[in-house]
């Protein structure tokens, strides 16, 4: 694996050295730099953060249908809840299991890396564990009704050497940026190592 240092613009003093999928060095660009001049450098803009724990994981990935976008004439972009989405997963088993995948998608284009909640489904623990999204507690205060960008935003602790690397990156000038504007201004996820969202 390839080492690298990830930096965005608007936060240069937290660049984060990746070997693999651990962090190995968190700090300015230019210390980072200094000491492994090697490595391959991915420049982002906005903010690099710890990325997101979303606390929705069954009412996301179990609760609602998200369509294919070659079912956009018949359901829409949006995902589908509700009772209408139960119907659909009873008249189609299969649908679970391709819906949680694109629900996790969507959850990675929000910079999420964690989620919480009890998945009951094989469908959505399948989704979940090959993404590689961590599963966390879920917060006692739930943070409003069920988003991919959960109001307020619960962020995991910063990337630290040793730990995995995990994190995201949000086009934003700040964190006060971020919780106003919220996590559709994701532009990278990274989880063990890999990048696992880039916006186009």
């Known amino acids: ?7 965005a613009e608007a936060s240069p003093g ?30 982002w803009p906005g903010i690099l953060t710890p990325g997101l724990l979303n606390p929705y994981g069954p009412e996301l990935l179990e609760g609602c ?3 294919d976008p070659r079912e956009a004439d018949a359901f829409g972009t949006e995902p589908v809840t509700g009772e209408r989405a139960q119907a ?19 959850l990675l284009a929000h910079g999420t890396v964690a989620v919480a909640g009890e998945l009951r489904s094989r469908a959505a623990q399948d989704a979940v564990r090959r993404a590689g999204l961590a599963v966390g507690r879920r917060p006692g205060t739930l943070p409003g009704p069920p988003s991919f960008s959960p109001a307020p935003l619960v962020l995991l602790p910063q990337p630290a050497p040793g ?18 504007r919220g996590a559709s201004t994701c532009v990278a ?3 063990a190592g890999r990048l696992v969202y880039r916006a186009r």
């Open 1 to 7: 694996m390839v080492l690298t240092i990830h930096v």
């Open 14 to 43: 937290s660049a984060v050295l990746v070997d693999g999928g651990s962090v190995v060095g968190v700090g300015p660009y230019e210390d980072l730099v200094a000491v492994r001049p090697e490595a391959r450098v991915r420049r």
């Open 65 to 67: 249908y998200h369509p």
């Open 88 to 106: 659909l997963f009873r008249a189609d088993a299969s649908r679970r299991g391709a819906s949680a995948r694109r629900g996790v998608q969507r």
């Open 163 to 180: 730990a995995p690397a995990r994190f995201a990156v949000f086009d934003v000038p700040d964190r006060a940026a971020l919780v106003r």
């Open 189 to 191: 996820t990274v989880i």
